[in-house]
């Protein structure tokens, strides 16, 4: 990347009239939009990022598929987009305050590393390491 960058924390309303849902996610309404723009190449990274707990959720929950919708809706809007025009990269973290150890019926470490995978990052790991890993992520 190229130049400065100007970074957005935005909080998202919870419902159609004014926030930015999720049909497919179940109707969901991620709490943030973190919006980073680069200054020199007008290119964008939009990601939706929603702290969870996630003791009781069940992980094949809509809302932990998020991740992959958004890059759909990226696909598709890149195909839309004229060539010179700023492009728009989309992601949705799920930020745990729930410790991986706490989560029922998940197993072992390799588990955790699944779900970073799946974009679900864990508060407990501390600021520095889950931003870290979300920057990284979505670069």
């Known amino acids: 990347m190229i130049g400065p960058r100007s970074l957005y924390l935005l909080r998202n309303a919870d419902r159609e009239e004014k926030g930015l849902g999720f049909a497919l996610a179940g109707n969901f309404y991620p ?56 492009h728009l990269v989309l ?20 588990k955790k590393i699944e779900l970073e995978e799946r974009h679900v990052l864990f508060m407990e790991d501390g600021w520095q390491i889950y931003l870290k890993k979300l920057f990284e992520k979505l670069l």
Request: no cysteine; charged share 20%.
């Open 31 to 86: 709490d943030f939009l973190l919006w980073l723009v680069d200054d020199a190449s007008g290119k964008q990274w939009l990601t939706f990022v929603d702290p969870k707990g996630l003791r009781n959720l069940d992980l094949s929950h809509p809302k932990l598929g998020l991740y992959k919708e958004v890059k759909t809706l990226q696909a598709t809007l890149a195909a839309q987009t004229k060539p010179g025009e700023s």
């Open 91 to 110: 992601n949705a973290f799920i930020l745990s305050p729930t410790k991986f150890t706490d989560l029922l019926n998940v197993g072992d470490l390799a």
